[in-house]
């Protein structure tokens, strides 16, 4: 065990995104901790992934003002609020629409989590991660939307880190490098691309959805109290290199 299975005790989290994924995998860490774990997604769910993990799972769009209020006015206590909700589309960012899509659900659904559960993490000194990326770091020529909305979740991260500290809410951001999930596995399996990402991680290896539910448990630990507005890379060293 990294973490005492009892220290989120008391604790309600909410986690966007939580549904699969990366998302999922922070959602079931806190929960290991001891949190009460709301994980919001769109539907379907795969429930399995969730047996008796006491994660309860809900619908939310952060993409709509309706969806995330109506969602946070059904939650009457807020500890924690994990912002994992993303999509990308690569090659058709480069059309206006799309890349408008993007950042609606990347950068503005982030927002809106966030300004809708403030007052709720007021009231409990709470604490928000949000997940930004290493296209926060440089540029991508097929994800233009995408790049764009990690650069804006990052700053994000450190204007509300001051807005939000007179509340007693930190925010913090992790920024997963290659990880190894459904979305990534056509380039885990083709050696011309899996070659070249492994070739620059100094760890030599993928990262797991469990390498950033460690971190982003870790910040939201009494541990990381002095810690807000800080962008922690979790990338095997890949931005480094």
């Given at each position: 065990?990294?973490?005492?299975?009892?220290?989120?005790?008391?604790?309600?989290?909410?986690?966007?995104?939580?549904?699969?994924?990366?998302?999922?995998?922070?959602?079931?860490?806190?929960?290991?901790?001891?949190?009460?774990?709301?994980?919001?997604?769109?539907?379907?769910?795969?429930?399995?992934?969730?047996?008796?993990t006491g994660v309860s799972l809900i619908e939310m769009n952060v993409a709509s003002e309706d969806s995330v209020r109506g969602a946070l006015a059904k939650i009457d206590k807020l500890d924690?609020?994990?912002?994992?909700?993303?999509?990308?589309?690569?090659?058709?960012?480069?059309?206006?629409?799309?890349?408008?899509?993007?950042?609606?659900?990347?950068?503005?659904?982030?927002?809106?989590?966030?300004?809708?559960?403030?007052?709720?993490?007021?009231?409990?000194?709470?604490?928000?991660?949000?997940?930004?990326?290493?296209?926060?770091?440089?540029?991508?020529g097929l994800v233009p939307g995408y790049s764009a909305s990690k650069g804006g979740v990052a700053q994000l991260t450190k204007s509300l880190a001051i807005a939000y500290a007179a509340d007693g809410i930190r925010v913090n951001a992790v920024a997963p490098g290659w990880i190894a999930t459904p979305l990534t596995q056509a380039l885990q399996d083709d050696p011309a691309r899996s070659g070249p990402i492994l070739a620059r991680t100094p760890l030599g290896r993928w990262g797991t959805p469990q390498d950033?539910?460690?971190?982003?448990?870790?910040?939201?630990?009494?541990?990381?109290?002095?810690?807000?507005?800080t962008i922690v890379p979790v990338d095997g060293g890949y931005l480094v290199a």
């Open positions: 065990m990294t973490f005492s299975t009892d220290l989120f005790k008391g604790k309600t989290a909410l986690v966007t995104g939580g549904t699969q994924g990366i998302g999922g995998a922070i959602a079931r860490q806190l929960a290991s901790m001891g949190a009460k774990v709301i994980a919001a997604g769109l539907p379907p769910f795969a429930t399995d992934e969730f047996k008796d924690i609020v994990v912002n994992c909700a993303g999509i990308i589309k690569r090659g058709a960012e480069l059309e206006t629409e799309v890349f408008e899509q993007v950042i609606a659900v990347n950068l503005t659904g982030t927002m809106r989590v966030c300004a809708a559960a403030r007052e709720l993490l007021k009231q409990s000194k709470g604490c928000i991660v949000n997940t930004a990326s290493m296209l926060s770091f440089f540029g991508g950033i539910g460690n971190v982003v448990a870790f910040l939201c630990t009494p541990a990381a109290s002095f810690m807000t507005g």
